[in-house]
């Protein structure tokens, strides 16, 4: 069945980076949109970034534009987070999910799997 592995979480300080893998196996990767939810202790889950199935369009939170980019690789079925300038307010649980022929949708709905999730901790 299908799977979604997340890694690269940890400790970082306000305004470093770190990157967030989710490798995918078990489907077609190349059918699925790949998306980035965070979720905080207490809070529903928000959306972060997606990359379309056809890897033609992205799409970011207001709140992580500029800061966030995200990336796919189809040989490895692998989408990555890549985080910059790094804010305690980014502090959450991150998760990864795929949304099969999805153009990138903010929608948590959209998303038919998902992965556990990796801890990132933003320390100020």
């Known amino acids: 069945q299908a799977q979604l592995v997340e890694s690269g979480g940890g400790l970082a300080q306000a305004g470093g980076s770190l990157r967030l893998s989710c490798a995918a196996s078990g489907l077609t990767f190349t059918r699925f949109a790949m998306g980035w939810f965070l979720q905080s202790p207490g809070k529903e889950r928000e959306f972060v970034a997606a990359f379309s199935w056809s890897g033609t369009s992205t799409n970011f939170a207001d709140s992580v534009k500029g800061r966030f980019t995200i990336s796919r690789d189809n040989a490895k079925n692998t989408v990555y987070l890549q985080m910059n300038s790094l804010q305690p307010e980014d502090t959450a649980v991150y998760y990864c999910?795929?949304?099969?022929w999805g153009l990138g949708s903010s929608s948590s709905q959209e998303y038919k799997y998902w992965g556990q999730g990796t801890q990132v901790i933003v320390s100020s």
């Open positions: 999910a795929a949304d099969l």
